[in-house]
């Protein structure tokens, strides 16, 4: 590895899948405002995930729809003037 390029902070944290609501304690470097009281009793900086292993459909074999954020209507909304269909453009052209 190279020398000087990966941090030094490493630090216990506690990860939580907030589809599902799990949550286990590992380590990173990552910055984070929240923290959490872990089962030990001690308070870990508190990283918030949208998936993981305990929610992705290769995981557990069960297809869960999880929209945290409203991305769905936001790309419905972007790309709704592409779908007109062309039965409809053929109507209006005869009228």
């Known amino acids: 590895m190279k020398k000087g390029i990966h941090p030094e902070t490493y630090r216990k944290v506690v990860f939580k899948d907030i589809s599902v609501e799990e ?3 590992g380590r990173s470097a990552a910055n984070t405002k929240d923290t959490v ?3 030990d009793g001690t308070e870990y900086p508190l990283i918030k995930v949208e998936i993981s292993n305990a929610s992705h459909p290769f995981f ?3 297809m869960k729809f999880v929209d945290t ?5 936001k790309f419905k909304k972007k790309f709704a003037k592409f779908s007109k269909k062309p039965e409809d453009s053929e109507q ?3 009228a």
């Open 60 to 62: 557990t074999g069960k």
């Open 23 to 25: 949550s286990w304690l």
């Open 37 to 39: 009281v872990w089962e």
């Open 92 to 94: 209006e052209t005869e």
């Open 69 to 73: 954020a409203g991305r769905i209507d």
